[in-house]
């Protein structure tokens, strides 16, 4: 049986077919890449370390069902895990399933490895030969496994690698919205929230606009932030429906623990802090009667809720 390359480390002793890729000859001539002759099939196989560690990203992937769910079906999700782990193994980590399993512990932390994804299945050897050029050129190998990468690229990869390890280390901070729109969440006025500051603007979510008009004010379209609290009663940016007063009606009732009562309790006065002219940010809803409500929607009890992005708030 004649020996095939491992589509994805390079290593020349793999002898079972595993994918037929429709690539392009290449060469180096004089520093430039130049493409030899018309496109051609190639077969590659996988070897034994690479099919381990694709073994070890269905796992747990099938331990995260949230996330398969969402970007598609387990093959295609195991694979683009699959090429982060294989980025780990070359830079010297441990891929083994419990070594893994420590490391990639929650959904959120499957998603950050999976940002990974797309630059690291650009190293895959099957890549050098693309029909568009992803990875290193097939004239710079030296025929080891992973020889092809530069270490310009390794190290470029650690550096991803490390910013993911950071992330787990990473001590929640309190964040304001980035500086490119209001000082605080459109709706409830929050000044900051508590999150890791590596994912305070993913947090913070899509800048969006407020017009004043629609959120109980006056005045021209401002534009800001919701922080996540109040962003699941507003519409999604981008789909045509800025928020209006019900969807700050439903966020400030289900800061009470009121959102059932949303179709039928009005809120006397109701603003949205983008509707405020010159308001200070601060505390979430700060300008609000909220002992009032409180007393008004629950009348004779205590609350307790957990805001997670401020810590637990007894009432």
């Not at 694709?54 to 769910?69: G, K, N, Y």
């Not at 070359?90 to 490391?103: T, Y």
Request: aromatic share 8%; with cysteine.
């Amino acid at each position: 049986m004649s020996k095939l390359m491992c589509g994805k480390c390079g290593d020349p002793a793999v002898g079972e077919v595993t994918e037929i890729y429709d690539a392009v000859q290449r060469a180096t001539e004089e520093g430039f890449i130049v493409e030899l002759g018309r496109p051609l099939s190639m077969e590659f196989g996988r070897c034994a370390d690479c099919a381990a560690r694709l073994a070890v990203a269905s796992q747990i992937v099938e331990q995260h069902p949230r996330v398969r769910v969402r970007l598609g079906n387990l093959p295609f999700v195991a694979d683009e895990l699959e090429s982060v782990l294989a980025v780990l193994s070359m830079l010297g980590m441990d891929v083994s399933l419990p070594a893994v399993e420590r490391l990639i512990d929650s959904d959120p932390v499957l998603w950050g490895w999976l940002e990974l994804a797309s630059v690291a299945g650009a190293i895959a050897f099957r890549q050098r030969f693309a029909p568009i050029l992803l990875g290193p050129a097939a004239g710079d190998w030296d025929g080891q496994r992973w020889g092809w990468v530069t270490p310009e690229d390794r190290e470029t990869l650690g550096q991803a690698v490390a910013r993911q390890i950071y992330r787990r280390i990473e001590v929640p901070e309190l964040m304001p919205p980035p500086n490119d729109g209001l000082r605080g969440c459109g709706f409830c006025g929050r000044s900051h929230i508590l999150v890791k500051p590596s994912l305070a603007s993913r947090t913070w979510g899509l800048l969006r606009d407020f017009d004043p008009a629609r959120l109980g004010g006056e005045g021209s379209v401002l534009r800001g932030y919701l922080c996540p609290v109040c962003r699941a009663y507003a519409p999604p940016v981008g789909m045509g429906a800025n928020p209006d007063l019900n969807d700050v009606k439903r966020a400030l009732l289900a800061f009470l623990d009121a959102l059932g009562k949303a179709a039928t309790y009005d809120v006397d006065g109701l603003k949205a802090w983008a509707a405020i002219p010159d308001a200070e940010p601060g505390e979430p809803w700060a300008w609000a009667d909220l002992e009032g409500l409180r007393e008004e929607l629950h009348p004779n009890r205590t609350i307790r809720y957990l805001d997670p992005y401020e810590g637990a708030k007894i009432s």
